[in-house]
C-alpha cells in the first residue's frame, strides 16, 4: 500500500513537482522527454532525472508503461487527490464555515 | 525529444483494503455507483458488446455506451461518451478500462485508464478532474460504506 508519507514527502521537492506539471501538460513522456525538459534550466543529470521519477513512482505519483523500447510516464493524481480529500478539504471548509459565521454575525448585528 | 507521444490518455491508479469482489460490485452494481459516480445508475448486462447506460439522479440519459471488453472481476472496458455535455456530445468515443488487480490478501490495485482520447479534446478536459474524485469516492464506499463528505458539484 502507498501511504500518505510517501507521497507528501515526494512532493516536498521542486524538481519532482515540475516533473508532475511537465505530464499534466503532455501525459506520457518518456524518461529522455522529461530529461531535456529538466536539464534546460538545471544543472541536474540525466541520473538526478532517474533518481526524482523513481521517488515519484514510488509514491504512486506516476505510474509507468513500456512502449516499445521505452518506458512512458502517466501522471497519476490519486495520491494528491487522497491527500486533498484527507487533509486539505476538512481545513479548507472549516476556514469557509467560519467565514460565513463572521459574516451572518456582522450581518445580524 | 526522442518521439513525439500524440496520444491522449489518462491513468487513474489507487489501493483499495477490499477483495476484488468487492471493488468489482461497486463498479459495476447501482446501489454502489449511485454512492461515488454523481448519483448516477449502471445499467448493463456487461457482455461484450451490450450497451452500458448510466442515468442521472433525475432521470437524465448521462452515457449509452458499449462493453468492448469484460472479464469480472478483474476488467471491464467500454466505449465513453460525454452525453450530458452540449460541448463534448459530438466527439467520437473514447475508452474506459477498468483493471481490478489482488495485491495482498485483502488489497487491490484499482487502474482506470481514459484513452482513445486524441480527436475528443474537450471530453478529455471535462473528465478528468472528474475521475479522480469518482475514484477517491469509490474507494471510500468500498473501505468505509461511506460516500465522501464533501460533493464538488
Known amino acids: 500500500m502507498i501511504d500518505d508519507d510517501a507521497a507528501f514527502k515526494a512532493l516536498a521537492d521542486s524538481t519532482r513537482r515540475r516533473i508532475l506539471d511537465l505530464l499534466h501538460e503532455r501525459n506520457g513522456q518518456s524518461l529522455s522527454d522529461i530529461e531535456v525538459q529538466i536539464t534546460r534550466h538545471s544543472q541536474m543529470t540525466r541520473f538526478g532525472v532517474m533518481k526524482h521519477v523513481k521517488v515519484l513512482a514510488e509514491a504512486g505519483l506516476i505510474t509507468t508503461e513500456r512502449r516499445g523500447r521505452n518506458t512512458v510516464h502517466y501522471l497519476n493524481p490519486m495520491p494528491i487527490r487522497l491527500i486533498h480529500d484527507r487533509w486539505i478539504a476538512k481545513y479548507t471548509e472549516a476556514h469557509v464555515a467560519a467565514l460565513s459565521d463572521l459574516k451572518n454575525r456582522l450581518e445580524s448585528s | ?153
Do not use: N
Open chain 2, 1 to 153: 525529444m526522442t518521439e513525439a507521444v500524440t496520444e491522449s490518455r489518462l491513468v487513474f491508479q489507487i489501493y483499495i483494503r477490499a477483495t476484488a469482489e468487492q471493488v468489482w460490485q461497486a463498479i459495476t452494481e447501482t446501489e454502489f455507483r449511485r454512492q461515488y459516480f454523481f448519483g448516477s445508475t449502471i445499467e448493463s448486462d456487461l457482455k461484450p458488446g451490450s450497451s452500458l447506460r448510466s442515468m442521472s439522479p433525475e432521470g437524465e440519459l448521462w452515457s449509452d455506451d458499449t462493453v468492448l471488453e469484460c472479464e469480472p472481476p478483474h476488467l471491464l472496458s467500454h466505449t465513453w461518451r460525454s452525453l450530458w455535455d452540449p460541448q463534448a456530445v459530438d466527439e467520437p468515443p473514447s475508452r474506459v478500462t477498468w483493471r481490478v488487480e489482488p495485491q495482498e490478501a485483502t488489497v487491490c490495485k484499482l487502474t482506470v485508464t481514459h484513452d482513445q482520447l486524441e480527436a475528443s479534446p474537450v471530453t478529455a478536459r471535462g473528465v478528468s478532474g472528474g475521475w479522480a474524485f469518482i475514484i477517491s469516492g469509490l474507494k471510500s464506499v468500498v473501505e468505509t460504506g461511506e460516500p465522501l463528505a464533501t460533493v464538488p458539484r
